[in-house]
């Protein structure tokens, strides 16, 4: 129950993503930070080189002489939504491997994280858009992205044995 609630509050938390995160993640997308996902766990990689897979070609797709910044942000959702996907998937594997103390850890700093995220991020709907192409989408992907990434770590952890 207590995981319930605390993805339901992290997917509610993503105010600019949500619509795509509720209209699903991208079969698509998906596939590809998967197929990465897999590549870096065969060799115990961290998992940073899959971050911008998705949204990295979008936003160059839309950059040229009309260089469009929803067009950017929009891309930057559609890999937000598949990390964010990822999170709450690990915060059950972590769940699973039934360590209270790290349980009440996760869950306690879920609550803060995404609000945390989105104060910081916000700061980038401020600056030249061309300097973070995706402005405060770009930022909450990065950020969850390396969140889903921890977790995952975590998940296989406690589930070793």
């Not at 839309?62 to 937000?80: I, T, Y």
């Not at 209270?100 to 104060?119: L, P, W």
């Not at 930022?139 to 990434?149: D, G, P, Q, S």
Request: with cysteine; glycine share 6%; hydrophobic share 45%.
């Amino acid at each position: 129950m207590k995981l319930k609630l605390a993805a339901a509050m992290f997917a509610a938390s993503l105010p600019l993503a949500s619509m795509a995160f509720a209209q699903g993640t991208a079969p698509a997308d998906l596939a590809v930070i998967d197929a990465c996902l897999k590549k870096v766990e065969k060799v115990g990689d961290f998992g940073g080189a899959c971050v911008g897979l998705v949204a990295d070609p979008c936003i160059k797709a839309a950059d040229g002489a009309n260089d469009d910044v929803a067009k950017w942000k929009a891309c930057a959702a559609r890999e937000l939504a598949v990390w964010t996907q990822k999170t709450s998937e690990a915060l059950k594997k972590v769940q699973a491997g039934g360590f209270a103390d790290v349980i009440k850890a996760t869950n306690d700093s879920q609550k803060t994280f995404a609000a945390s995220r989105d104060r910081f991020c916000v700061v980038f709907n401020k600056v030249e858009p061309g300097m973070y192409k995706g402005d405060a989408n770009y930022c909450r992907l990065r950020e969850t992205a390396n969140r889903a990434l921890s977790l995952i770590k975590l998940g296989a952890a406690v589930n070793e044995h």
